[in-house]
């Protein structure tokens, strides 16, 4: 899978557990600000998309924990995208970025709500393009 945007983050204390790592929502956190970064990258804003009556949720998401990230620790937070039927489908994975041991792995589903009803949008297939993996 080709990679098409990348962020780095470093971990806060108060994301992690009395175990001393990230608990285990914070990883689902950290995906969704990368969205929404690439989003914006991408010229769409949550906001101006829900005035229009668009609104991209979240259908499923799994998820696959591998070594854990704890305080201090700074990562790389990797995005590739797919799309099948109206699903858009992010592969997102988090990366140790001293090392690049892989963390996490998800892959997050989204589809669009147009005026209250699962539909396509013209605006994010037309942001997305160019960037979509075959």
């Given at each position: 899978m080709k990679y098409i945007f990348e962020t780095r983050m470093e971990v806060r204390d108060y994301e992690c557990d009395i175990e001393g790592i990230?608990?285990?929502?914070?990883y689902v956190h950290y995906c969704e600000h990368t969205r929404h970064l690439f989003l914006q990258q991408c010229g769409?804003?949550?906001a101006d998309m829900h005035a229009k009556g668009v609104d991209a949720v979240v259908a499923?998401?799994?998820l696959q924990?591998?070594?854990?990230?704890r305080?201090?620790?700074v990562f790389i937070s990797r995005l590739a995208l797919?799309?099948?039927g109206i699903k858009y489908v992010?592969?997102?994975?988090?990366?140790?970025?001293?090392?690049?041991k892989l963390c996490f792995r998800a892959q997050i589903e989204l589809v669009c709500l147009v005026?209250?009803?699962l539909g396509r949008s013209e605006d994010y297939d037309q942001a997305f393009s160019q960037l979509l993996a075959p």
């Open positions: 990230v608990n285990n929502a914070n769409l804003s949550f499923r998401m799994s924990y591998k070594v854990p990230l305080p201090d620790d797919t799309k099948d992010f592969h997102q994975d988090l990366y140790r970025a001293v090392d690049e005026n209250g009803r």
